[in-house]
């Protein structure tokens, strides 16, 4: 176990590093991106990425701690 979760922790890490664009936007986001141009686009999409991303770390974190404090050895 002490060695998969390094091993998944460069994985998740190099995935995110990889990835291709992605497209967070809704219809209305990406409407107002495309009259702004193609840089302030690419900033918005990061930005609903990253906000959408922070409640997943805060939960996973959560759960991580309370699956190590409620396991029984």
């Known amino acids: 176990m002490k060695k998969v979760i390094p ?3 460069f994985a998740i890490l190099f995935l995110l ?3 291709n664009d992605l497209s967070a936007q809704c219809s209305i986001c990406t409407k107002t991106a495309q009259q702004l141009g193609e840089k302030p686009a ?3 999409n990061s930005g609903i ?3 959408a991303f922070t409640p997943f770390a805060i939960v996973g974190y959560i759960g991580y701690r309370w699956w190590k ?3 029984t050895s």
């Open 7 to 9: 091993v998944l922790f």
């Open 17 to 19: 590093l990889t990835t």
């Open 42 to 44: 690419k900033g918005m």
């Open 49 to 51: 990425l990253y906000l």
């Open 69 to 71: 404090n409620n396991k």
